[in-house]
T-cell receptor, first 114, second 114 residues
């Protein structure tokens, strides 16, 4: 384990369902991120939270709704998704400032929308 | 435009050979250039990183070469091993003061054959 835990690992949902992805880190990091990874595309930054405050929303459709209740937990709430939303959703954390800008990623949630 | 261009898309190298992956960027505000390694079913893991005031960084069999004037950087894997078979992503980061924001290349799938 990397220190960033994502659940569930796999999720199949219908287009009318509502589900949530969970991310948890115990690395003492204070910034958290959601990325979308699709085949043959660069990792796409979706949301950035710094000190539990959303600092970036990268033009993500409203059917994706993030929540960061504290610096250790990050959620991505999903509703009325489309088949093209099927992808690997990765959570990452980092220190918001300082010399080490490296991200630590979780193993991701493989989402399939049917 | 914050873009990072990566090549090749895929690479096959014999065991013991040198693997070379290239990246180019446009935004001169990037201040940190990490490489990530991703195995199937896992999230990307930080492999090695460099700052633009350094032209080369070596860690074991992995070396980053950085050319600031050309806005290019590359990853060299010496004595490539079958266990190095993975997808490699270059990235570039800007620290906005509230969080560090990584932009990724499209990835290179490396296969090391016996």
């Amino acid at each position: 384990e990397t220190g960033v835990t994502q659940t569930p690992r796999h999720l199949v949902m219908g287009m009318t369902n509502k589900k949530s992805l969970k991310c948890e880190q115990h690395l003492g990091h204070n910034a958290m991120y959601w990325y979308k990874q699709s085949a043959k595309k660069p990792l796409e930054l979706m949301f950035v939270y710094s000190l539990e405050e959303r600092v970036e929303n990268n033009s993500v459709p409203s059917r994706f709704s993030p929540e960061c209740p504290n610096s250790s937990h990050l959620f991505l709430h999903l509703h009325t998704l489309q088949p093209e939303d099927s992808a690997l959703y990765l959570c990452a954390s980092s220190l918001r400032t300082g010399g080490n800008y490296g991200y630590t990623f979780g193993s991701g949630t493989r989402l399939t929308v049917v | 435009q914050q873009q990072v261009k990566q090549s090749p898309q895929s690479l096959i190298v014999q065991k013991g050979g040198i693997s070379i992956i290239n990246c180019a960027y446009e935004n001169t505000a990037f201040d940190y250039f990490p490489w990530y390694q991703q195995f199937p079913g896992k999230g990307p893991a930080l492999l090695i990183a460099i700052r633009p005031d350094v032209s080369e960084k070596k860690e074991g069999r992995f070396t980053i070469s950085f050319n600031k004037s050309a806005k290019q950087f590359s990853l060299h894997i010496m004595d490539s091993q079958p266990g190095d078979s993975a997808t490699y992503f270059c990235a570039a980061s800007i620290n906005t003061g509230t969080a560090s924001k990584l932009t990724f290349g499209t990835g290179t799938r490396l296969q090391v054959t016996l």
